[in-house]
């Protein structure tokens, strides 16, 4: 049975990493990257959120800008409306 980390290949007597256990993608979009600041931002615009929680991907930013626009002042429609022209 092989660990999901690593595995002993009795062939070559040494350890070895599998490839597909770490193809992760590791990139972050921008637009979600600047979604999740203006989150910790302007926390008031999101008291229903647990703290942990995180900003995906793209599907999560309409409901950033929503609740930026709601519940929001001045300041937060703005960068809602920023927000609005990268989608």
């Known amino acids: 049975m092989r660990s999901p980390l690593f595995y002993f290949s009795f062939s070559r007597m040494k350890l070895e990493e599998p490839a597909a256990a770490y193809t992760v993608n590791q990139t972050v979009d921008p637009l979600v990257a600047r979604a999740e600041a203006l989150v910790r931002e ?14 995906r991907n793209r599907d999560d930013v309409p409901l950033v800008i929503k609740h930026l626009r709601e519940y929001g002042d001045k300041r937060a429609w703005r960068a809602a409306q920023e927000l609005r022209k990268c989608l």
């Open 42 to 55: 302007f926390k008031e615009c999101f008291w229903f959120r647990h703290p942990d929680a995180k900003v």
